[in-house]
């Protein structure tokens, strides 16, 4: 069975460009990617002395369960030389699960939906560019709705290459 599950990632250490590209490529190896939203340059939340992160989110069709989806990208993110040192701060790569179909999870290792995806912009931002229209499944409101709650705070901008 098929599921479409919507993932946030993000990187603020070396190519954090080429760190986001690599890690969308891998993911083809759990699933297929529907979609990709704009990169998008953010401030850092929560260990602000850090520096800015690059983010974006991803659609991504696959028939693993969530748990076998989030071992899969803990895999990617350790091939891709994450290391755990702080947490909430630097690092080459974070995928987080967002949504999981209709989902909800609330277990020791994971909670889907995402349990801050809701006060954050870097998640917010891109998720509605590529599905406005999803629903989380506890707030019973789409992410254009929930990116329209969310107060002003924490800026976010397009990211243009040069």
């Given at each position: 069975m098929l599921?479409?599950?919507?993932?946030?990632?993000?990187?603020?250490?070396?190519?954090r460009k080429k760190n986001l590209s690599t890690a969308i490529d891998r993911l083809g190896a759990v699933g297929r990617v529907e979609s990709i939203s704009s990169f998008y340059e953010?401030?850092?939340?929560?260990?602000?002395?850090?520096?800015?992160?690059?983010?974006c989110a991803v659609?991504?069709?696959t028939s693993a369960t969530p748990e076998h989806?989030?071992?899969?990208?803990?895999?990617?993110?350790?091939?891709?030389?994450?290391k755990r040192i702080q947490e909430k701060g630097p690092r080459t790569i974070d995928i987080d699960i967002l949504l999981f179909g209709d989902?909800?999870?609330?277990?020791p290792d994971l909670t889907i939906p995402h349990p801050a995806m809701h006060q954050?912009?870097?998640?917010?931002?891109?998720?509605a560019e590529i599905a406005p229209e999803a629903m989380h499944p506890l707030l019973r409101k789409t992410v254009q709705e929930l990116l329209?709650?969310?107060?002003?705070?924490?800026?976010?901008?397009?990211?243009?290459?040069?």
């Amino acid at each position: 069975m098929l599921h479409l599950a919507y993932l946030s990632l993000g990187s603020n250490v070396g190519d954090r460009k080429k760190n986001l590209s690599t890690a969308i490529d891998r993911l083809g190896a759990v699933g297929r990617v529907e979609s990709i939203s704009s990169f998008y340059e953010t401030e850092p939340v929560e260990v602000t002395d850090q520096p800015w992160f690059l983010n974006c989110a991803v659609a991504l069709e696959t028939s693993a369960t969530p748990e076998h989806l989030m071992k899969d990208l803990l895999a990617i993110e350790q091939e891709m030389g994450r290391k755990r040192i702080q947490e909430k701060g630097p690092r080459t790569i974070d995928i987080d699960i967002l949504l999981f179909g209709d989902q909800v999870m609330n277990g020791p290792d994971l909670t889907i939906p995402h349990p801050a995806m809701h006060q954050r912009r870097f998640v917010l931002e891109p998720l509605a560019e590529i599905a406005p229209e999803a629903m989380h499944p506890l707030l019973r409101k789409t992410v254009q709705e929930l990116l329209g709650n969310l107060v002003p705070g924490q800026a976010i901008r397009l990211f243009v290459s040069g």
